[in-house]
């Protein structure tokens, strides 16, 4: 069973950054952060298809994805934040080898999830 932690999460004024870590109990080559507001469907963010990244439309531009291997840590360095980015921020991993941001069924293991809030 894979665990997922998140953290980093914090209350943020617009056009602030935060970075978000994930520690993983090992590797796994599809993962990444997904988020959910209150009243809105999970969406995903951003992913790690081995050492592919990809990006919701959304935040291309503002948000990186990275990784440490050794650590089996995920970060998610988030810029230019706007209101519309509160959200819980959750964690989450696949056992498949490729990883899209809308198949959200396909991630087995998630995290706890850790709170955004951008106030304007």
């Known amino acids: 069973q894979v665990q997922l932690v998140e953290s980093g999460g914090d209350s943020v004024q617009a056009g602030g950054s935060l970075r978000l870590s994930c520690a993983a109990s090992?590797?796994?080559?599809?993962i990444g952060w997904f988020r959910q507001a209150p009243g809105k469907e999970r969406e995903g963010v951003a992913t790690?298809?081995?050492?592919?990244?990809r990006y919701a439309d959304s935040v291309k531009g503002r948000f990186t994805i990275s990784r440490d291997n050794a650590r089996n840590m995920v970060y998610l360095q988030m810029n230019s934040l706007k209101p519309e980015d509160s959200a819980m921020y959750y964690c989450a991993a696949s056992r498949y080898y490729s990883c899209y941001l809308e198949r959200l069924n396909e991630y087995t293991y998630w995290g706890q999830g850790t709170q955004v809030t951008v106030s304007s």
């Open positions: 790690f298809e081995g050492g592919t990244t």
């Open positions: 090992e590797y796994k080559y599809c």
